[in-house]
């Protein structure tokens, strides 16, 4: 895999207090069509990114979903299929929207 998703519980643990992430009730309870912000992190080292994912599916506790960010890593595009669970999302914004080009970035 050329990335992998950093785990904002494990995060926020370690680092109490610096910043928000959204409450695991609203984590749990995704469906089709929301937006969840999830940091990827390059396998081969460098910066982790933010980007946007369109949930589209969900199976037990683990969701399937729809890249919507323009990655700044190589091997990873918009479009591409994406799996992740609540641990994962670091925002949410209910019901998808169409991200601005900044957001995209």
Request: net charge negative; aromatic share 10%.
């Amino acid at each position: 895999m050329i990335y992998s998703l950093v785990s904002v519980e494990d995060r926020y643990k370690e680092n109490p207090g610096t910043f928000q992430i959204p409450k695991l009730s609203d984590r749990t309870a995704l469906k089709r069509r929301d937006a969840v912000k999830l940091i990827f992190q390059p396998s081969g080292g460098g910066a982790a990114e933010r980007m946007w994912v369109e949930v589209m599916d969900r199976q037990e506790d683990v969701y399937k979903g729809i890249l919507r960010s323009s990655p700044g890593f190589h091997g990873l595009k918009i479009g591409d299929p994406v799996e992740f669970q609540a641990e994962h999302v670091c925002d949410i914004r209910f019901e998808y929207w169409e991200p601005s080009a900044d957001e995209k970035t």
